[in-house]
């Protein structure tokens, strides 16, 4: 069964930092890309960084880039989004998604949410004092 899990959310102060996790099971890392999208109460869903599936490849919305950083452990199966100097704006449910795309140099964070084969749940994150 094909499945994503993530973890990490929580309550933190704008400057904190929170590592957000997205265990993955069912398949392995080297045939998904994985973009993690994330969605502010009344706002659509937008893609914030990806990770291609041969793991050479990130990206990031301008938004975050140089605070947030995208990472896989292949032994763990597990993608991982460290997000540092958090602003109230990063206040959003964040899901990962896999799109197949079997050893894969490029990703896109701006993929459409329709193109992603698999879901998460999602974890809050909410960065307030």
């Known amino acids: 069964q094909l499945q994503l899990v993530e973890s990490g959310g929580g309550l933190v102060q704008p400057g904190g930092s929170l590592r957000l996790s997205c265990a993955v099971s069912?398949?392995?890392?080297?045939?998904?890309?994985i973009v993690w999208f994330r969605q502010a109460p009344g706002k659509e869903r937008e893609g914030v960084s990806c990770?291609?599936?041969?793991?050479?490849?990130?990206k990031y919305a301008d938004s975050v880039k140089g605070r947030f950083t995208i990472s896989r452990d292949n032994a763990k199966n597990t993608v991982y989004l460290q997000m540092n100097s958090l602003k109230p704006e990063d206040t959003a449910v964040y899901y990962c998604?896999?799109?197949?795309?079997?050893?894969?140099?490029?990703?896109?964070?701006?993929?459409?949410?329709?193109?992603?084969?698999?879901w998460g749940k999602g974890t809050l994150v909410t960065v307030s004092s």
């Open positions: 998604a896999a799109e197949y795309k079997h050893l894969s140099s490029n990703c896109y964070y701006s993929a459409s949410a329709s193109d992603m084969d698999y």
């Open positions: 069912g398949f392995a890392l080297d045939y998904y890309n």
């Open positions: 990770i291609s599936s041969r793991g050479g490849s990130t």
